[in-house]
């Protein structure tokens, strides 16, 4: 592979990308345009790239190594292709006096460049750019090319897949070392000695394109949870999956924290925030760890993972009240998100100021619902002030209540599946009580 083609095959990519997500030129994103994106591709991918990782890409972040694979093939499928190869395959680059010729920029990210233009593209993509005149290296790298395709030949020659595996040959269970809480490590025990000489991975969550590489020759592998959560583990040889198991990380009660990437979360103490029958964190809090609230406020996230018994997303009623004051500079739209986590799924309730309400996204088991063409204003509330949530599903139709007026209701696409926690995703400060489940005369109060 050629990086200085690579990186301009990238770049245009990026541009595609950005206009997608259509929230103005990258040069001006903050923080949270770039979790708007890592959204956005999680929707249409179902692939998650972290916010840091984008950032690199941009250019926010010092970045000095290519993107890997897996997540090249996420960004094309954003930007509407199959996968980085049909995007290359498309798109033909027009190298011009600008382009890159042999490192580039990739000490400081792979945006600005104003230079790549395209020919061929995706469908319904009329762009097209007159071409420049072509010095000579131009030439000499593009006849790199065919000797670059018969070498890509060869090895895939050699990396064919092969009959299924049996997977009785194999063996693969987990240990947690802490019953509850995180952070928390998982060791991981396998036996994929059958695997011979084949590529060895195992998958931490339920994405299978996060899969770590592993000897098959070893017989242990252990990771550390740093977030509470419901995750598909599995052991996969090249793309098979062979074993997976459920591996639940639950939150002990109420946990609160404040997100970094990369790094580990800022954990804080229930004493800390224990409040009543809820959880608060408030800026005197955030003033006691020295967590500046400008002028990016801090990803604030409260959690509580527990077993629920039967309660499943088609039959249950949840309520919760919350609220959020902080509301300054860049928190002037107060936004909050609610997750409800289940096994194989998720529900995701967005609140904000009702100033705000024209960039939301309701999503529920498979079904989305966007601001753009549905009317989403009841998701706007006074923050500073308590606001009630309700959630009602019966026979898989949902109805959601913001202070008891219905604001949206909907059919879930996906099929039932058990529910796990909640997650609160705040951006500054933020307060929760009074939260349960209730699933006929059961109720399930979420406690300490």
């Not at 790239?49 to 090249?72: C, E, H, I």
């Not at 592993?214 to 052991?235: C, Q, R």
């Not at 409260?302 to 249950?316: A, C, E, S």
């Not at 606001?387 to 099929?415: C, E, G, W, Y």
Request: charged share 20%.
């Amino acid at each position: 592979m050629n990086n200085s083609f690579e990186i301009n095959y990238i770049r245009k990519c990026l541009e595609l990308a950005e206009a997608r997500l259509n929230r103005g030129d990258a040069s001006e994103w903050t923080s949270y345009d770039f979790e708007k994106l890592s959204a956005a591709i999680e929707e249409a991918t179902g692939v998650i790239l972290s916010v840091t990782t984008l950032k690199r890409l941009w250019g926010k972040l010092k970045y000095t190594n290519m993107p890997a694979t897996t997540t090249l093939n996420t960004l094309a499928q954003f930007a509407g292709y199959a996968d980085w190869r049909e995007f290359k395959r498309l798109v033909t680059l027009l190298p011009g006096p600008g382009t890159i010729a042999a490192t580039g920029d990739e000490t400081t990210g792979l945006l600005p460049g104003d230079d790549i233009t395209s020919v061929n593209t995706a469908p319904g993509d009329a762009s097209t750019a007159t071409p420049r005149k072509r010095s000579k290296w131009t030439y000499w790298l593009l006849g790199l090319i065919p000797l670059g395709i018969l070498v890509y030949a060869l090895l895939l020659s050699n990396t064919k897949p092969g009959k299924p595996l049996d997977t009785t040959a194999f063996s693969f269970s987990s240990n947690k070392v802490v019953a509850d809480g995180v952070p928390n490590s998982v060791i991981f025990n396998y036996n994929a000695a059958a695997a011979g000489n084949d590529s060895v991975f195992i998958v931490q969550t339920w994405d299978i394109r996060r899969k770590i590489p592993v000897s098959a020759k070893e017989k242990t592998y252990t990771a550390i949870y740093y977030e509470p959560g419901y995750f598909k583990a599995k052991l996969m040889v090249n793309k098979q999956i062979i074993k997976e198991h459920d591996l639940m990380i639950g939150s002990g009660g109420w946990l609160a924290m404040i997100e970094q990437e990369p790094g580990t979360p800022l954990y804080f103490r229930k004493s800390e925030v224990a409040k009543g029958n809820g959880i608060e964190v408030d800026e005197a809090l955030l003033s006691a760890y020295h967590v500046p609230l400008q002028p990016v406020p801090p990803a604030l996230r409260f959690y509580n993972v527990q077993p629920l018994g039967d309660i499943k997303t088609d039959h249950f009623t949840f309520e919760t009240t919350l609220k959020s004051d902080f509301q300054q500079g860049t928190a002037a739209c107060q936004r909050v998100e609610v997750l409800i986590l289940c096994k194989n799924d998720l529900i995701s309730i967005p609140l904000c100021a009702p100033g705000c309400v024209g960039d939301l996204s309701l999503f529920a088991a498979g079904t989305v619902i966007n601001s753009r063409n549905t009317d989403l204003s009841k998701f706007g509330a006074d923050l500073t002030k308590w606001v009630k949530l309700r959630v009602v599903a019966k026979d898989r139709h949902m109805q959601f209540f913001v202070n008891d007026s219905a604001a949206a209701a909907l059919t879930i696409a996906n099929p039932p599946s058990g529910i796990v926690g909640v997650q609160y995703r705040f951006n500054g400060t933020g307060a929760v009580k009074d939260t349960r489940f209730t699933k006929d005369s059961a109720v399930i109060a979420l406690q300490q």
